[in-house]
Each structure stands twice: as C-alpha cells, then as structure tokens.
C-alpha cells in the first residue's frame, strides 16, 4: 500500500503563490505516476499536473506557465509550485500515485483558496 500526505494549502491573494508538498510512503516502488488534480465545488476532479518515475511531466492547459510539478525522489515527495495564482484556481487539490495499471492512492486532500 501506499499512503500520500498532502501539505501547503491555504489562502492567497489574486497573483500570489503557493507550494503544495505531498509525501509518499509505504510501497512506493509500485508508483509509476504522481499527479496533482484538484476539485472546486460542484465540478468534476481534473488532473492539474502529473510526473512520471522518469521525469515527464504534463499539466492542464489552464495552469501552463505558472504552475510547477517536480519530484524528489530521495525523500519520496512530490512539490507543486503555484504562481500567479487565479481565484478559479481555488479547490481542494489531492495527491494521487498511479501504478502502470491505475491509480492506487489518493491523499487526504488540502484546500486552496484564492480570494482578495
């Protein structure tokens, strides 16, 4: 099993930046993908961004050029550097691990809000 702790959320101004932080632990040799997605009330959950076990990477149209996904692979984390945050930016965005197969982890989730 794999367990994902997410971190970093809170309240920002229009423009601001946020870094999410999400730790995983247990059995991280099965994860092949981490991703961010994010859910705003009443919308579907939709990926943000995602990085593979080798480095690739890929983001949503909206968050292109101001968003940042990396992987630190010796402490098994996995940052999202937000900047020029948008107030349609504001959810609860959720970690997730994939498996070659699927997903096989969801964080607790932490909340984003970015209002003046």
């Known amino acids: 099993q794999v367990q994902l702790v997410e971190s970093g959320g809170g309240l920002v101004q229009p423009g601001g930046s946020l870094r999410l932080s999400c730790v995983a632990s247990?059995?991280?040799?099965?994860?092949?993908?981490m991703g961010w997605y994010r859910q705003a009330p009443g919308k579907q959950r939709e990926l943000v961004a995602s990085?593979?076990?080798?480095?690739?990477?890929n983001y949503a149209d909206s968050v292109k050029g101001r968003f940042t996904i990396s992987r630190d692979n010796a402490k098994n984390t996995v940052p999202l550097q937000m900047n020029s945050l948008k107030p349609e930016d504001t959810a609860v965005y959720y970690c997730?691990?994939?498996?070659?197969?699927?997903?096989?982890?969801w964080g607790q989730g932490t909340q984003v809000t970015v209002s003046s």
């Open positions: 997730n691990a994939a498996s070659p197969y699927g997903s096989i982890s």
């Open positions: 247990g059995s991280i040799f099965d994860i092949y993908v």
């Open positions: 990085i593979t076990s080798g480095g690739r990477t």
